[in-house]
């Protein structure tokens, strides 16, 4: 995301308003996020989010420093993953699919909801009279509300690929039987360096982007429809 920003014609302005974008990801989606697992893991019975102090939105115990610093150069990234023991959910397969789930979905969501805001913003403009101050504030309002956005639909599509530890490793436990799956999950620390790698040099940055591009445009074209 920085690396993108910086690459294209610089605009201290947009630049500017990109950082509070991405700082209001980590700080207050994010934080979204990783409750939205621990809320599902505690409906299904299994207390130990709510124990381990993550049954909150407090940012602070959810944030991950290396998680938050790739979102903020590469556009995808991670928090600190909610602890769930699946021996408390009835059904201990689909209980972890569910709350893996549950993550990418509130990005999903919120995505929808940035971005609502930001076609609001493209509509007040072109149906009413506004004078050059309130269409830059008008601009201002849309780069913040379109680039979290972005970076909710980025989340949601990096969190739901089947490796480990991202969220889509835990919807991988249903379709493969549990042999191969726990024999993938010993080498989650070494998949995480390979992750950070492939995306950092923009290997797997440039297919999950152009999934993320399609979500938006499908939000965008709603709206569209809707509003213009």
Do not use: W
Request: proline fraction near 6%.
């Amino acid at each position: 995301m920085l690396f993108s920003l910086l690459n294209s014609e610089f605009d201290f302005a947009e630049f500017l308003i990109s950082m509070f974008s991405i700082a209001f990801v980590v700080f207050c989606t994010m934080p979204v996020h990783e409750f939205s697992h621990a809320f599902v893991a505690t409906k299904l019975g299994d207390q130990t989010p709510r124990l381990q102090g993550r049954l909150t939105l407090n940012p602070m115990a959810h944030i991950s420093p290396i998680g938050a610093l790739m979102i903020l150069l590469v556009g995808f990234g991670y928090a600190k993953p909610v602890s769930v023991n699946p021996r408390n959910f009835k059904d201990p397969k689909k209980g972890m699919a569910l709350v893996a789930v549950a993550g990418p979905v509130s990005n999903l969501v919120m995505g929808f909801i940035a971005e609502f805001f930001a076609v609001i913003c493209v509509a007040v403009s072109k149906n009413i009279s506004v004078n050059q101050q309130n269409i830059m504030l008008l601009s201002a309002i849309y780069i913040f509300f379109n680039f979290a956005a972005i970076i909710n639909v980025n989340l949601a599509v990096f969190n739901l690929l089947p490796i480990p530890p991202l969220d889509g490793s835990r919807i991988l436990q249903l379709l493969i039987p549990s042999k191969h799956y726990f024999k993938i999950m010993q080498y989650e620390r070494y998949i995480v360096i390979v992750v950070f790698i492939l995306i950092v040099t923009g290997v797997l940055t440039a297919p999950l982007s152009l999934l993320s591009n399609v979500i938006m445009s499908l939000y965008e074209r709603l709206f569209e429809l809707i509003l213009l």
